[in-house]
T-cell receptor
Framework: DAGVTQSPTHLIKTRGQQVTLRCSPK?????VSWYQQALGQGPQFIFQ???????QRGNFPDRFSGHQFPNYSSELNVNALLLGDSALYLC??????????????FGDGTRLSIL | RKEVEQDPGPFNVPEGATVAFNCTYS??????FFWYRQDCRKEPKLLMS???SGNEDGRFTAQLNRASQYISLLIRDSKLSDSATYLC?????????FGSGTRLQVQP
């Protein structure tokens, strides 16, 4: 039973560039959420995708966008990278949308460094 | 005020000690509650869900007080392998909101 998988594991970019991160949810899950975790902080919610649409969004600028594909996998795109975008980007999957007592399962994350 | 606030760390305890972590949340409409564990440079992993009736999983006991908007985690008989950051997590119906985490270091 495959868990949540993310790629790449590490990435180095320079300011102003664009980046795409990828996530495949746990088998049987249809909802994907993305989080940004800065050093020493807890993960911060970016947005959630369900049925190929963005359903919820946290307090992140429009530079952060995403997509969900029919097979439930998802991409996170960040444009015009800033030094402050350096962080661990985590993908989490779950089943169904909205209020739930079901916890989310996280991938290993992509560590993004901006030079 | 942060939506989820946790005890500042780190907590340095000897093996065998009992340690308690506290957490408060600001959104009274929050619907579900969890403790996650995160090892250094790894992803968060679910430790346990938290219920008003309290729940226990081996050496770990979690408790929720909705009236006080307070969540706790008790670890008994600490092991070296318990060393990690413990994240208090609240689901407000939209997404998970994480505390900043409390680092635990169990020493031999």
């Amino acid at each position: 039973d495959a868990g949540v998988t993310q790629s790449p594991t590490h990435l180095i970019k320079t300011r102003g560039q664009q980046v795409t991160l990828r996530c495949s949810p746990k088998s049987g899950h249809d909802t994907v959420s993305w989080y940004q975790q800065a050093l020493g902080q807890g993960p911060q919610f970016i947005f959630q995708y369900y049925e190929e649409e963005e359903r919820q969004r946290g307090n992140f600028p429009d530079r952060f966008s995403g997509h969900q594909f029919p097979n439930y996998s998802s991409e996170l795109n960040v444009n015009a990278l800033l030094l402050g975008d350096s962080a661990l980007y985590l993908c989490a999957s779950s089943l169904g949308q909205g209020p739930s007592n079901q916890p989310q399962h996280f991938g290993d994350g992509t560590r993004l460094s901006i030079l | 005020r942060k939506e989820v606030e946790q005890d500042p760390g780190p907590f340095n305890v000897p093996e065998g000690a009992t340690v308690a972590f506290n957490c408060t949340y600001s959104n009274s409409a929050s619907q579900s509650f969890f403790w996650y564990r995160q090892d250094c440079r790894k992803e968060p992993k679910l430790l346990m869900s938290v219920y008003s009736s309290g729940n226990e999983d081996g050496r770990f006991t979690a408790q929720l007080n909705r009236a006080s908007q307070y969540i706790s985690l008790l670890i008994r008989d600490s092991k070296l392998s318990d060393s990690a950051t413990y994240l208090c997590v609240v689901n407000d119906g939209r997404a998970l909101t994480f505390g900043s985490g409390t680092r635990l270091q169990v020493q031999p």
